[in-house]
């Protein structure tokens, strides 16, 4: 049984790597997605970055399958999963701060469609990142909360396409 599971898995990241990044990080969206329906949560600005991100990752693997170019595809997926690392530890760092210095934080005040729409896409992603009280809470958790589940999923999906397209990137 073992050995059935671990070719099955050697063959999905041989033969079908883009197709499964697509879907898994299209489907870390959609879990996402209805955890905010089911369970009444309300997502802050820099949550919605985070799903906008990890958007980017299933668009730049979708790229990559259909422009037949490896070295594309991977430093799309690569780039992309460095920006949710970036995200992701920005956000886990303004939820261990401490409460005087959160207070001080000035953005995350809109949701992140309404900063768009106001300020422009450049300045809604810096008002964002600048962070703000609603992106400090801890909201629900299983082990980890939806900031340190981003970290790790942006970690593998990093790891897992470097690992996939050392060669090709010449790593």
């Not at 949550?47 to 799309?76: D, E, Q």
């Not at 701060?97 to 469609?113: W, Y």
């Not at 992106?135 to 958790?141: I, S, V």
Request: charge should be positive; hydrophobic fraction near 50%; proline fraction near 2%.
């Amino acid at each position: 049984m073992y050995k059935k599971i671990s070719n099955l898995i050697k063959k999905i990241f041989q033969d079908y790597y883009e197709v499964a990044v697509a879907i898994s990080a299209s489907s870390i969206i959609l879990l996402a997605i209805i955890l905010d329906k089911f369970m009444y949560l309300q997502a802050c600005p820099m949550c919605i970055l985070t799903r906008y991100v990890f958007g980017l990752i299933a668009v730049s693997a979708i790229v990559g399958i259909f422009l037949k170019s490896k070295l594309i595809g991977g430093l799309l997926m690569a780039l992309s999963s460095l920006i949710g690392l970036f995200v992701s530890s920005r956000q886990i760092y303004i939820q261990n701060m401490s409460i005087e210095q959160i207070a001080e934080l000035s953005g995350c005040g809109m949701p992140f469609h309404t900063q768009v729409e106001y300020f422009g896409l450049i300045d809604a992603i810096n008002n964002t990142l600048a962070g703000g009280p609603s992106c400090a809470e801890d909201g629900w958790r299983f082990v980890f909360n939806f900031a340190e589940w981003g970290f790790i999923f942006f970690s593998i999906f990093f790891i897992s396409t470097i690992f996939k397209h050392r060669k090709v990137l010449k790593i």
